[in-house]
């Protein structure tokens, strides 16, 4: 009776089951262990249904971690002005905690699928405006250059962090506020020196 149930089920009942299945999978075996066999055992059905419902390997992880990533952007990006940095990127590291085969997806979306990847990206660009808090397309290319270097810090500590068995919370959240707050004089100053040194390499080698 069961396995007739299961029959009866809808198309979109059916993708559900199968996407809940999936993130079972991702949470348990992380992306190491994901395939669409694995996923069809998991969910126990055909191995032939999560392709035929999804069509490929990348489809169903695309559909699996777009919930997980809309929430990454609320905890990063949202606008309850009430909420400190402190209590923002505590829920985001909790969020990760919860689940940190979300982090692999989101450092390897270029590999998984484009659509994903652009998803990442327009959440990195978001945080890249809130850190100077002026558009994309108005900010400069030394800007752009500190932005996508700050957000590269916060990812790679937040890796290191996953990695590390999720310990010393408090530190980590002090270290992506200070990525994200520290002055960015600095790199101004680093890349006038570079380009003054340039400039004067340039202004020898056409005298040579």
Same mark, same amino acid.
């Given at each position: /009776?069961?396995?007739?149930?299961?029959?009866?089920?809808?198309?979109?009942? &059916?993708?559900?089951?199968?996407?809940?299945?999936?993130?079972?999978?991702? $949470?348990?075996?992380?992306?190491?262990?994901?395939?669409?066999?694995?996923?069809? !055992?998991?969910?126990?059905?055909? /191995?032939?249904?999560?392709?035929?419902?999804?069509?490929?390997?990348?489809?169903?992880?695309?559909? $699996?971690? @777009?919930?997980?990533?809309?929430?990454?952007?609320?905890?990063?990006?949202?606008?309850?002005?009430?909420?400190?940095?402190?209590?923002?990127?505590?829920?985001?590291? @909790?969020?990760?905690?919860?689940?940190?085969?979300?982090?692999?997806?989101?450092?390897?979306?270029?590999?998984?699928?484009?659509?994903?990847?652009?998803?990442?990206?327009?959440?990195?660009?978001? /945080?890249?405006?809130?850190?100077?808090?002026?558009?994309?397309?108005? /900010?400069?290319?030394? @800007?752009?250059?500190?932005? &996508?270097? !700050?957000?590269?810090?916060?990812?790679?500590?937040?890796?290191?962090?996953?990695?590390?068995? !999720?310990?010393?919370?408090?530190?980590?959240?002090?270290?992506?506020?200070?990525?994200?707050?520290?002055?960015?004089?600095?790199?101004?100053?680093?890349?006038?020196? !570079?380009?003054?040194?340039? $400039?004067?390499?340039?202004?020898?080698?056409?005298?040579?």
């Amino acid at each position: /009776m069961a396995s007739l149930a299961k029959k009866r089920l809808s198309p979109d009942k &059916r993708k559900a089951e199968i996407i809940d299945a999936s993130i079972r999978l991702l $949470s348990r075996e992380g992306l190491d262990g994901y395939s669409l066999e694995a996923v069809a !055992r998991e969910a126990r059905v055909a /191995m032939t249904l999560p392709r035929h419902y999804f069509g490929g390997y990348r489809e169903l992880l695309k559909a $699996s971690t @777009e919930s997980l990533l809309s929430d990454v952007e609320r905890t990063l990006l949202g606008h309850e002005k009430s909420m400190s940095l402190v209590v923002r990127f505590s829920s985001y590291l @909790e969020l990760l905690y919860r689940n940190p085969w979300g982090h692999e997806v989101w450092m390897k979306s270029y590999e998984i699928h484009p659509d994903l990847h652009m998803t990442v990206n327009a959440v990195r660009m978001s /945080m890249a405006q809130s850190i100077y808090r002026k558009k994309w397309d108005e /900010m400069d290319v030394r @800007e752009k250059i500190d932005a &996508r270097g !700050r957000i590269g810090y916060i990812e790679t500590i937040v890796s290191e962090w996953l990695i590390n068995k !999720r310990s010393d919370r408090e530190i980590i959240v002090g270290l992506i506020i200070e990525a994200i707050t520290q002055p960015k004089a600095r790199l101004t100053t680093y890349l006038d020196s !570079r380009a003054n040194q340039n $400039s004067v390499v340039q202004q020898e080698m056409a005298y040579e």
